[in-house]
């Protein structure tokens, strides 16, 4: 069964800083990731995915991952965070592209704080 | 992006009553829809799958009797919680297939009292 782990509940950054969230995944095969960010009364939001191809994925919000199979990595990265970004991030894995007919598993997700 | 809308945002409800959440895709047609249940600093865990004109597929320990799915449209999708108790109180999430992936909607908050 796939499996999704985000090591870090919260995390605080202060404003400007660089962020990384963990994100590690256990799958069988080719797997399908994503990050989804979730502010309050907000739908989740898909920031990025990966299916194939360059491992270094560019998403919404000056956010980014890269996908590391030795590893079983999809760690998020952003240059400098904003206020703004405080929220609940959320990995999750699919089995097909947009988790298709199939939905997805997701961590327990890493609460981001944002300090002035 | 595509939208999803739930209704309502928030329910309370007395054990043993019926809640229906509805959940709909406002811009797309969402042949497959998920339902999903996010617990208070836990991730979502898929409940369901449901695909228009066909039964839900419910995931395992899920009980299809007390979680009823109906997607009689390409435009939504109903959960009904049955005769609701008090562990039935969380947050309901679903999402439509919309192609390339999944759009969510806002979720619905379901106090059991």
């Known amino acids: 069964a796939q499996s999704v782990t985000q090591p870090d509940i919260h995390i605080t950054v202060s404003e400007g800083a660089s962020l990384e969230l963990r994100c590690n995944y256990s799958?069988?095969?080719?797997?399908?990731l994503f990050w989804y960010v979730q502010s309050p009364g907000q739908g989740l939001q898909l920031l990025l995915k990966?299916?194939?191809?360059?491992?270094l994925v560019q998403g919404i919000k000056g956010f980014e991952a890269e996908f590391k199979r030795s590893q079983s990595s999809f760690n998020l990265r952003k240059p400098s965070v904003h206020w703004s970004d405080a929220a609940e991030y959320f990995c999750?894995?699919?089995?097909?592209?947009?988790?298709?007919?199939?939905?997805?598993?997701f961590g327990k997700g890493t609460h981001l704080i944002i300090q002035p | 992006g595509a939208v999803v809308s739930q209704h309502p945002s928030r329910v309370i409800c007395k054990s043993g009553t019926s809640v229906k959440i509805e959940c709909r895709s406002l811009?797309?047609?969402?042949?497959?829809m998920f339902w999903y249940r996010q617990f208070p600093k836990k991730s979502l865990m898929l409940m369901a799958t449901?695909?228009?004109?066909?039964?839900?597929?419910?995931e395992q320990g899920v009980e299809k009797d007390k979680f009823l799915i109906n997607h009689a449209s390409l435009t939504l999708s109903t959960l009904t919680v049955t005769s609701a108790h008090p562990e039935d109180s969380s947050f309901y999430i679903c999402s439509g297939w919309g192609g390339e992936t999944q759009y969510f909607g806002p979720g619905t908050r379901l106090l059991v009292l």
């Open positions: 799958y069988g095969a080719t797997p399908y």
């Open positions: 811009d797309f047609q969402a042949t497959t």
């Open positions: 449901s695909n228009e004109g066909s039964k839900a597929t419910y």
């Open positions: 999750a894995v699919g089995q097909s592209l947009g988790g298709g007919a199939d939905g997805l598993t």
């Open positions: 990966y299916f194939s191809g360059d491992t």
